[in-house]
């Protein structure tokens, strides 16, 4: 079983649809939290990182983090056809080298 | 506008060639990683560094090596390249949790 566990989609939705991406992972011991964005053919850029349970909003991204239920998501509001991507969640315990663990990634595609 | 580089966008070699992959960041950061993206595998971490002259191995390294002699520049070394690894390569650089990626380098292994 892999560490953080993310649906590969392909998540398809109509212009303006809210966006709703997800992943679980099993190490408790995670403590930051971060989405990054991949455009084809480009690196990951990050969009958001939360530390701990709680939500943070930026624009129309939403990050919530359930550290009981080991489960964090993103929402993306007023979805648009530039938001289509592959979205990657990705966690880290807090120590030298700071590491990443990443999901597979989900891809979405907003449908004008 | 933090800034990673990789020398290529594209790379074809041979089997058995030595190839280097470059990669430099403009911000000073300390740590710098290589990882290797695959479908349905995701992304998997190669070599890191904390500091100069300093590495560490991540989940793969098996077939790899690096080296970082100064801070912004850190090199991802295939000693004998194989098929198995052709790949997307991508370089990051961080400040504390923040990791930032450089545009990647895909590698074609014939």
């Known amino acids: 079983q892999k560490e953080v566990e993310q649906d590969p989609g392909p998540l398809s939705v109509p212009e303006g649809a809210i966006v709703s991406l997800n992943c679980t992972y099993s190490?408790?011991?995670?403590?930051?939290f971060m989405w990054y964005r991949q455009y084809s053919r480009k690196g990951p850029e990050l969009l958001m990182y939360?530390?701990?349970?709680g939500n943070k909003e930026d624009g129309r991204f939403t990050a919530q983090v359930d550290k009981s239920s080991k489960y964090i998501s993103l929402f993306i509001r007023d979805s648009q056809p530039s938001d289509s991507a592959t979205y990657l969640c990705?966690?880290?315990?807090?120590?030298?080298?700071?590491?990443?663990?990443f999901g597979g990634g989900t891809r979405v595609l907003v449908k004008p | 506008d933090v800034k990673v580089t990789q020398s290529s966008r594209y790379l074809v070699k041979r089997t058995g060639e030595k190839v280097f992959l470059e990669c430099v960041q403009d911000?000073?950061?300390?740590?710098m990683f290589w990882y290797r993206q695959d479908p349905g595998l995701g992304l998997r971490l190669i070599y890191f560094?904390?500091?100069?002259?300093?590495?560490e191995k991540g989940d793969i390294p098996e077939g790899y090596s690096v080296s970082r002699e100064k801070k912004e520049r850190f090199s991802l070394i295939l000693e004998s390249a194989s098929t198995n690894q052709t790949s997307m390569y991508l370089c990051?650089?961080?400040?504390?949790?923040?990791?930032?990626f450089g545009p990647g380098t895909r590698l074609t292994v014939l």
């Open positions: 990051a650089s961080s400040l504390d949790e923040l990791k930032f």
């Open positions: 190490n408790s011991a995670f403590q930051y």
């Open positions: 939360t530390y701990s349970s």
């Open positions: 990705a966690m880290m315990i807090k120590a030298a080298g700071n590491k990443l663990t």
């Open positions: 911000m000073d950061h300390e740590n």
């Open positions: 560094s904390y500091d100069v002259k300093m590495k």
